[in-house]
């Protein structure tokens, strides 16, 4: 029982840091249906970005965080309008090239700039144990991540059901030529998305190294993408509450499948959860949570 609590909290741990980013790719995806490959990299730049005004800067992190948010948000809203609004939104190929492009300059600009050395980042929560049962330790930053990521949830469902701009944004992701045609001006709304989905990455990103058994370095958020977009298809690209169900169920397969499968090496985590995930999308391919699409035929 303490070796299955210590990998169970261990599995909410890591699959609650999955579902933020996961999220970031939810917000792309429902505003243009193309998976952001330089979301993982933006939110390593925002994280680093926080460590230099915390660690360097002298400020609180909690003010560092959200300094480097709208510092993000901005760039991501540059970046938009200069490099993916002049493209048709319809030709998915050039854009999955500029992210690609993006994904590659940005990490060369964090290793030219930062170097690769690992760094230990503050933490924002405390770091005691919330709960002990022998070798089981429900932390507080497991608590703290996972109801951070509840809590941000359910701030984007007010903002996408509440206001003006979250419905714009919702019609541009239902129908963007509908939405046009009722006086929506999709440009400024999927710029919207990108700076939103930047700020969520970078706090995914502080949430995921403010973990003391993980360190800050440019290539930190490359392997927690991986799990990210699975996590985003599995729970449904469509679904900000699926991305949550498919990061919990990555992280928990990570910890608890390959913990107790002997004959599976723990190097074999992520090979396990894409196979986990293949097998979901045979049975239902729009994920758990998505909506299915209705086409004319």
Do not use: C
Not at 18 to 31: D, M, Q, R, S
Request: hydrophobic letters at 60%; aromatic letters at 10%; charged letters at 10%.
């Amino acid at each position: 029982m303490e070796l299955f609590l210590a990998r169970l909290f261990d599995g909410i741990s890591s699959g609650a840091t999955y579902a933020a980013i996961a999220v970031a790719l939810v917000l792309i995806y429902k505003a243009t249906t193309l998976i952001n490959f330089a979301q993982g990299e933006l939110a390593m730049l925002g994280t680093f970005v926080t460590y230099v005004i915390a660690v360097e800067q002298g400020l609180p992190v909690v003010v560092s965080l959200v300094l480097a948010m709208v510092a993000t948000a901005v760039l991501a809203a540059v970046t938009e309008r200069a490099l993916i609004r002049p493209f048709d939104p319809s030709n998915h190929l050039p854009l999955v090239i500029i992210t690609l492009g993006l994904f590659l300059l940005i990490n060369a600009l964090a290793g030219m700039i930062w170097g690769y050395d690992p760094r230990r980042f503050p933490g924002i929560f405390p770091a005691d144990d919330l709960y002990t049962f022998g070798i089981a330790r429900l932390r507080w930053y497991t608590v703290g991540t996972l109801v951070t990521v509840v809590v941000l949830l359910l701030l984007l469902s007010l903002l996408l059901r509440k206001t003006k701009i979250g419905l714009a944004f919702r019609a541009v992701s239902s129908n963007l030529e509908s939405a046009g045609l009722v006086g929506v001006r999709a440009g400024p709304t999927l710029q919207f998305g990108w700076a939103l989905a930047a700020a969520v990455g970078t706090l995914a990103g502080v949430l995921f190294v403010s973990d003391p058994v993980r360190q800050l370095d440019p290539n930190f958020a490359q392997r927690v993408l991986i799990f990210a977009s699975a996590a985003a298809v599995l729970g449904g690209l469509d679904s900000l509450w699926g991305a949550l169900a498919g990061g919990l169920a990555l992280g928990l397969v990570e910890s608890i499948v390959v913990g107790y499968v002997e004959w599976i090496p723990s190097q074999f985590g992520l090979a396990t959860a894409v196979f986990v995930l293949i097998a979901v999308l045979i049975i239902r391919p729009e994920g758990l949570f998505g909506s299915k699409r209705v086409e004319r035929v």
